[in-house]
């Protein structure tokens, strides 16, 4: 198995713009996760699926942040507009619920600079 | 969830033992101790993870003590690559009502040395 997968490795931007970040978890995986790690804040879970639906976005940080997840092999970040606050390395992961144990498996992040 | 206490950063001799402490005292009892660490610029790794008993793995060993609140992840043989950021969560059980989710504290640095 390829392992996450998360698309692009890098994006820079300019303020304002719109940007969209992409994540395909492990095949057969039924929690998604999306973190961001910055140097102040460290890493925070910002939004998590199960079964492709929401079940809790109360880490996302404002209405400029939106996920979404249409199918089991994909997902969405989306940031719109983007500021110069959101750079930071966010993070795409994905679990299994089918034992009573929590192993996650990451993503090699996405590093975004807003400029 | 339980609130982790772990010291900001360690150092350990490459050869020798790491061993990375844990305080999680208001840790109950259907809550699990799990470890990932992280490496400079890449996604955490789950490393392992422990109810009651002593675990150990390919990557490390987990001690929990009798009352559960505090463990030490053990790396026995640490080596230059094992240098990165140590986390240590507590959580429930899927299944538990909870959803899987894990909350990362600022976790330990550990630095090996030639």
């Known amino acids: 198995d390829a392992g996450v997968i998360q698309s692009p490795r890098h994006e820079v931007t300019e303020m304002g713009q719109e940007v969209t970040l992409r994540c395909k978890p492990i095949s057969g995986h039924d929690y998604l996760f999306w973190y961001r790690q910055t140097m102040m804040r460290g890493l925070e879970l910002l939004i998590y699926?199960?079964?492709?639906?929401?079940?809790?976005d109360s880490g996302m940080p404002e209405d400029r942040f939106s996920a979404k997840m249409p199918n089991a092999s994909f997902s969405t970040l989306k940031i719109q507009p983007s500021e110069p606050r959101d750079s930071a390395v966010y993070f795409c992961a994905s679990s299994l619920s089918d034992r009573a144990y929590n192993e996650q498996f990451f993503g090699p992040g996405t590093r975004l600079t807003v400029l | 969830d339980a609130k982790t206490t772990q010291p900001p950063s360690m150092d350990c001799a490459e050869g020798r033992a790491a061993n990375l402490p844990c305080n999680h005292s208001t840790i109950s009892g259907n809550e699990y101790v799990y470890w990932y660490r992280q490496i400079h610029s890449q996604g955490p790794q789950y490393i392992i993870h422990?109810?009651?008993n002593n675990e150990t793995n390919e990557m490390a060993s987990l001690i929990i003590t009798e009352d559960r609140k505090s463990s030490t992840l053990i790396l026995p043989h640490a080596t230059l690559r094992d240098t990165a950021v140590y986390y240590c969560i507590v959580r429930v059980a899927y299944g538990s009502g909870n959803t899987g989710k894990l909350i990362f504290g600022q976790g330990t640095t550990l630095q090996v040395k030639p």
């Open positions: 422990g109810l009651k």
């Open positions: 699926f199960n079964n492709n639906v929401p079940i809790d």
